[in-house]
């Protein structure tokens, strides 16, 4: 990431809000979820409880990320042994597989926390499409202002994606009118936008077979977006 880049984030980061009390998990019980599918319902970042160091570190660029301080049965859950250790949750994993999750996001403690931290807990890839008239995506700064247009196409051919940072917002207008809004998105996690859903008005192609193909292409989007290497 070059100078000028990281500093945007930082100071997206410090405008998102001051640092916010961290929670503290005793027990794999403790870690918050959603019902009734037990997934997590935030994204973390986590320590081992007592590394007040490496905790105060994170909270100058952690942004929306919730924090928690494990220890006990959760910390050795999460493979926190030491304060040369973190890991970064994300919303939607299973709770009945910590350990694993915890592990794609993994700071072992080689090279700087913050490097990783961006690298691998911030970064979000999000992908766009469409099956209706062309589309343009902006970027929304913070002060609501749309920027760094993106041309979106029709059809999985147009598909557009966005590297991005956890808790960044998107807008997406008509490619011929940006004041028309087809849509808004938060980056929260790696994922796929679908506007204007169905195959063309002109298509004989039946819509539930337009349906199976639009779920097999997001399974296979989400699949490449988890498997991408930062």
């Known amino acids: 990431m070059s100078t000028s880049a990281r500093a945007l984030v930082l100071l997206l980061h410090a405008l998102g809000g001051g640092a916010r009390a ?5 027990d794999t ?25 490496l905790r105060d570190e994170l909270d100058g660029y952690r942004g929306s990320r919730e924090g928690a301080a494990a220890s006990g049965v959760a910390a050795a859950a999460l493979g926190l042994e030491t304060c040369g ?19 794609l996001r993994r700071w072992s403690g080689e090279g700087p926390v913050e490097a990783w931290y961006l690298a691998d807990c911030d970064s ?13 995506v902006w970027w929304l700064a913070p002060d609501g202002s749309k920027q760094q247009p993106r041309p979106l196409r029709p059809r999985e051919e147009g598909t557009l994606w966005v590297s991005s940072r956890l808790g960044h917002a998107f807008v997406v207008t008509a490619a011929d ?15 796929i936008h679908v506007l204007e859903k169905g195959g063309p008005p002109t298509s004989r192609t039946p819509a539930s077979e337009w349906a199976k193909r639009e779920r097999r292409l ?13």
Do not use: M
């Not at 997590?40 to 081992?48: F, I, S």
């Open 22 to 26: 961290w929670e503290v998990w005793r």
């Open 29 to 53: 019980a403790d870690v918050p979820v959603a019902a009734p599918q037990n997934r997590l319902d935030r994204n973390w970042v986590v320590v081992r409880d007592g590394c007040d160091a």
């Open 85 to 103: 250790a973190a890991v970064c949750l994300s919303i939607g994993a299973p709770a009945a597989l910590l350990g694993a999750a915890a592990d």
């Open 124 to 136: 979000i890839e999000l992908g766009f499409i469409t099956y209706g008239a062309p589309a343009t």
């Open 177 to 191: 009118d940006r004041e028309k809004e087809l849509g808004r998105f938060v980056a929260v996690h790696d994922a």
């Open 218 to 230: 997001s399974e296979h989007e989400r699949s490449r977006a988890r498997n991408v290497k930062r």
